[in-house]
């Protein structure tokens, strides 16, 4: 698809300046190709002038003395040739410099970004899809990496070599620059008329893409509801509707955008034939030298070039703002408050953690969990219930203070946990999620993630107290064998196992777990609940519960609706309380009287 | 990419069209240096106004000519370009729903999205090269040595050395940078693979505190293609300028030849202007040759991800008319059925074998995995069975038309999928009664009634795409409602409860009791509750039938039914439930 220009940065000025700042340490460098870019650019403009004067004094000579004078002609071409070195020298230089501050430039700022993304808070992700984050470090970083390793350049070249050329034109002859000046114009305003009409289309292509798209993504996943309502013929139909009026948009966005060539093209041979007819007459006149029209050609071709390219920087300089102002409004966003300085420790932990009067909302604005206080006793069990959707996981995020609450405080043995460090605080706690996030590496990697200590026998430990270490040694490289969250070599509920297994050998005081296991067959079920039996074993632990067993055992519960905390106590206390819990606790087998 | 050249074969005229064209053009854009030529030979030296202002005249009407051909030569590769996708992707489109549900799981639906938008939109791209810069760019080049030839012989060797030379540094950058372009290409999807690992590890990564860790392993990435990157900028630093040596050298040479033959031929002063234009045409069109040849295999690639689904022949064939005769009372049978997916040694499913009746609800319950949900899937022949045979009303399910079997079916799949659109046109999707009654109705019946009367449209609001606009549970209802519009007289409910809560789940299946009371009910269900008063509750456990009958006869004398009930509730309730059994 060819490049579009509909993005526009919202604040160009601010845009440019960032971008212009964050190459600061390179700016020498840069400084230095872009004169190397000029200089070769001034350089090539004397080319078809010591041609056009080799034929002159060619000519001359024959036409003076009636045979050819060499020497004059010998010089020019060692002129040129040195003139060629130079500028096949100075391009080189001019793009090797180029090409190695890019890569360090874009270097840097991927570091930075994926700096960035560990110092944001979690409340960021939770609002901006990862695609976004992921397409400023692929494609945008790309952007300004083609603008600094190519745009530059060419923007320094062409001008160059527009001014050069309407400068030689000039001492060629006035009279003819001015007929190559009248032309140019023409065609620039031609090629620019009609790239507005193709962005048009191109605008049109995209959005009809958009919706094709749309219907392609939503026919597909609903394939066998289109099946079984045969509803195939018209379903093609709409499709056939939009694939036909994507049709129509693409020739013309396609035919009008390859235009610009061709047009500027024709608008030169107008000028060359122009001048041709001129100049052959000036040339019998008396007024001009044969090489020169021969130089004067040369230059209205090259003149004409960076003309036709100019619709082409401009969509690049656009793209390049648009990229610019994403990657540093993303580095310029505000990160996680830094941690408390001094900040306090708690020492032989006991895990006794207590929520004083914790108040806290998502968007600041709707309170979600409102005055929460309870005392959990060490070594406690506390499960987490309450229908799908109702927030359970906002305890997790205040405990493991990936969000801090907007009131009140939790604490640790009597710490509270706001005066710890991040990473102290998370280190208490050992966590196993739903989702299984395995990185894609070794076995073995990944289950030292959060010991990196870890020996091989304690690691062997930790498999065998999860039943999954037959499944490492029956694979074809044991503990070194390669997984990754999409690899299908294990399944799902193993992946669990191994995230499980993972938390063992990690051995934190405190755990937080999510008993949810789908997709997951029986057999592995029965081995997961074993493992988190003996996980959560004279631990305090937090346990996002979906089991009867799990609930009925549990020190306390903290029942969750609608993001808030509704009821907690056990399960005797909460069933003669005969409110949301009991309901719950009673739609799993209801109206037994029917 | 050559199998998808039939996809040209409509607009064979408008692709003869399109070669005439741009031979015209190359022809007519050719001839511009020679009558340059004969302007400085014929005109200029020999002092002849008129003649320059003819040839020069001529000239003028080549060129626009020549333009004219370039625009024809655009105007049909684009029309011809954006015919051959849209043909190309109306088929895929096709194909893909045409393909059967396992055919699908192979590729993966992201995949197949893919492959109809970008891969067809790079294929396209790629023709459209083909029909204007690849036909061109060897007449061209065969069109200008050939005018050099007939202009000067003897320089024709000044060509040929410099396209020598593009060949041989081509050849020798490309070749040592093209391994390390592969490297770096891997290292961009290694880093990019670090980075997706690091966004969706995020809390993982915090609470494991190894944000310094992570950082360590990108800029390790990071640092590493950036090496690489400088391996293959110092080569392909060489590029430009050596190309401008070759062009310029190839000029001076022949300026030099010429100069020195002037003396004894005075018209090699207009040959060497058209020589020097020929030569630029000729190199040109090499460079732009070894520029394809490094842009189209990336099409090629497509092309392969296309084909690799339009030669998938489907697995299951429909009969283009029903065999046989259908019962006019609806039923369902199975016979000894056994499933496996493709490819897989061991049987999802095996030996089942049940009748289905009308008016009466079949259950189906089993742990994940026991192969439910399989099961009812290949009643609408989602999947071929492995072995034994499905009958529907009598008749096997093979020797159905398509549509004479589906039109049988309403089948409610375990997530409710709704399509962009209103809500009457979704509820309305399978069904032939198009009447408002029947919508209202439909929707009563599936408790949807009440959250669309609330909406402000009515059934004339918009669903979005994918039906993201509405909560799980009201697609859910949607879902129900689509499949009671149609009246069938099989209603297959796969899981289609579980998203609905208690109340709902209970209002629903009483209300639908009238809807059905001729017709087959096949459900799954994970709640006890929502099978509890079938007529015909099936057990599954890894794929076998271990129980069949109804909740208190199976609450006596099947094992795995009763850990079923026993893990759903409290311990008093199932000495109650079993006491009464």
Known sequence: M?????????????????????????????????????????????????????????????????????????????????????????????????????????????????????KLPISYFDKVPFGDTLSILNNDVDVLWNALSEGFAQIITNLTTIIGCLVMMFIISPLLALVAIVVVPLSTFAVAKIAKRAQKHFVAQRKVLGELNSHVEEDYSGQIIIKSNSHEQKSFANFQAANEKLYTDSWK??????????????????????????????????????????????????????????????????????????????????????????????????????????CFSYDKKNPIIKHFSAKIEPGAQVAIVGPTGAGKTTIINLLMRFYDPDSGYITIDGVPTSEMKRSDVRALFGMVLQDTWLFSGSVKDNLKYGRKSAKL??????????????????????????????????????????????????????????????????????????????????????????????????DLILVMKDGNIVEQGNHDTLLKQNGFYAELYNSQFADTEA | MLKLFRYLKPYWWQVVLLILSIGGQTYLTLQLPALMADIVNQGIVTGDQNYILATGLKMLIFALAASLCALIAHFFSSRIGAAFSRDLRADFYQKVLSLSVSEIDNFSTASLITRTTNDIGQVQQAIMMMLTMLLRAPMMGLGAIFQAYQTAPDMTWTIAAGVG?????????????????????????????????????????RAFNNEAHEQQKFGHANHELTKTGLFIDRLMALQDPLLGLIFNGVTLGIVWISIGRLESDASYLGDMIAFVQYATHVLMSFLILTM???????????????????????????????????????????????????????????????????????????????????????????????????????????????????????????????????IKNNILFGTDDLDDKNVKKSARVAQAENFIEKLEEKYNAHIAEKGTNVSGGQKQRLSIARAIAKHPEIYIFDD??????????????????????????????????????????????????????????????????????????????????????
């Open chain 2, 165 to 205: 030379a593009i060949i041989f540094f081509s050849i020798i950058i490309l070749g040592l940078a093209m391994p390390k372009f592969k490297i770096y290409q891997k290292l961009i999807d290694k880093i990019t693979l670090i980075a997706r690992e690091n966004l969706t590890g995020l809390r993982v990564i």
């Open chain 1, 253 to 358: 966005a396609q035919f009008l955008g390859s235009l610009a060539f061709p047009l500027v093209h024709m608008f030169t041979n107008i000028g060359y034939v122009a001048i041709c007819i001129l100049g052959g007459n000036m040339v019998l006149s008396g007024a001009l030298l044969i090489g020169s029209i021969q130089a004067f050609i040369q230059y209205l071709s090259r003149f004409n070039q960076p003309l036709s390219n100019l619709s082409e920087i401009v969509a690049t300089v656009q793209l390049t703002l648009a990229a610019s102002e994403r990657v540093f409004n993303f580095l310029a966003l505000p990160e996680e408050a830094p941690d408390p300085e001094p900040s306090k420790t708690v020492k032989n932990i006991k895990g006794a953690i207590e929520f004083h009067d914790v």
């Open chain 2, 292 to 422: 394809l040849f490094i842009i189209l295999p990336r099409a090629n690639v497509s092309a392969g991800r296309i084909n690799e689904v339009m030669k998938v022949k489907p697995k299951i064939h429909w009969k283009d008319t029903t065999e046989g005769n259908p019962d006019k009372t609806p039923s369902v049978e199975f016979k000894n059925v056994a499933f496996a997916y493709a490819g897989a040694e061991a049987n999802v499913l095996e030996n089942i074998s049940f009748i289905a009746k009308a008016g009466e609800t079949t259950a189906f319950i089993g742990s994940t995995g026991s192969g439910k949900s399989t099961l009812i899937s290949l009643v609408p022949r989602f999947y071929e069975t492995t072995e034994g045979e499905i009958l529907v009303d009598g008749l096997n399910i093979k020797d159905y038309a398509k549509d004479d079997l589906m039109k049988r079916i309403g089948y409610v799949p375990q997530r409710g999928i709704l399509f962009s659109g209103v």
């Open chain 2, 496 to 581: 289609s409860f579980s998203a609905l809560d208690m109340k709902t789940d209970k209002k629903l299946r009483e209300a639908l009791k009238p809807e059905t009371k001729d017709s087959v009910v096949l459900i799954v269900a994970q709640r006890i509750s929502t099978i509890k008063d079938a007529e015909q509750i099936i057990v599954l456990d890894q794929g076998k039938i271990v129980g069949k009958g109804k909740h208190k006869e199976l609450l006596k004398n099947c094992k795995e039914y009763r850990e079923i009930v026993k893990s759903q509730v409290s311990e008093q309730e199932f000495a109650k439930e079993l006491k009464n059994a």
């Open chain 1, 2 to 118: 060819p490049k579009m220009t509909t993005e526009h940065a919202k604040d160009s000025k601010k845009a440019f300046r960032a971008f212009f700042k964050s190459l600061k340490s390179f700016r020498f460098v840069i400084i230095l190709s872009l004169v190397f870019a000029a200089a070769s650019g001034v350089l090539s403009l004397f080319s078809p002038s010591i041609l056009g004067n080799m034929t002159n004094s060619a000519v001359s000579s024959i036409a003076e003395t009636g045979h050819l004078d060499f020497e004059p002609i010998k010089i020019a071409a060692i002129q040129l040739g040195v003139i060629y070195a130079i500028i096949a020298i100075l391009t080189y230089l001019e793009n090797y410099l180029l090409a190695r501050t890019t890569l360090f430039y874009t270097e840097r700022l991927r570091t930075e970004i994926i700096t960035k993304i560990s």
């Open chain 1, 457 to 554: 026998s304690e690691i062997r430990t930790a498999t065998k107290a999860t039943g999954i270490d037959h499944l490492i040694e029956s694979m074809k490289d044991g503990y070194n064998a390669t997984i990754s969250e999409d690899s299908d070599n294990i399944s799902a509920g193993e992946k669990q196992l191994l995230t499980i297994a993972r938390a063992m050998v990690e051995n934190p005081p405190m755990m937080i777990l999510d008993e949810a296991t789908s997709n997951v067959d029986t057999r592995a079920e029965q081995k997961i609940q074993d493992a988190f039996e003996k996980l959560t074993r004279g631990r305090t632990s937090f346990v996002i519960a979906h089991r009867l067993s799990t609930i009925r055992s549990a």
